[in-house]
């Protein structure tokens, strides 16, 4: 019986540390994987005479601009963060 016990303890000894070191290998691994944070465009071209009326993050790369255009129709354009580049575009139209 106190066998047993001895061997059931090194045993659950022996997964403890080998857990820690996983644990220790993944949270390093994740961290090298980061590398330097992303540059941010300078510049979203959005159509001429719009103005924006709201914006929502969507992820960590994206935004939604909420943008009325100067006839008063209304679009969501969809913009890449990293390079400023349109993604795509949703015409709003009223219900009929």
């Known amino acids: 019986m106190m066998r047993a016990l001895k061997v059931l303890v090194v045993v659950m000894g022996i997964m403890l540390i080998g857990g820690f070191?996983?644990?220790i290998a993944?949270?390093?691994g994740r961290l090298s994987q980061r590398g330097a944070p992303p540059s941010f465009a300078s510049a979203i071209d959005i159509p001429h005479g719009?103005?924006?009326e709201a914006m929502a993050a969507a992820g960590a790369d994206?935004?939604?601009?909420?943008?009325v255009l100067p006839e008063g129709r209304r679009q969501l354009l969809v913009i890449d963060l990293t390079t400023g580049a349109r993604l795509g575009t949703?015409?709003?139209?009223?219900?009929?």
């Open 21 to 23: 070191a996983v644990l």
């Open 26 to 28: 993944v949270v390093a």
């Open 50 to 52: 719009a103005r924006i």
């Open 62 to 67: 994206r935004l939604v601009l909420d943008v």
């Open 90 to 96: 949703v015409e709003l139209r009223a219900a009929p």
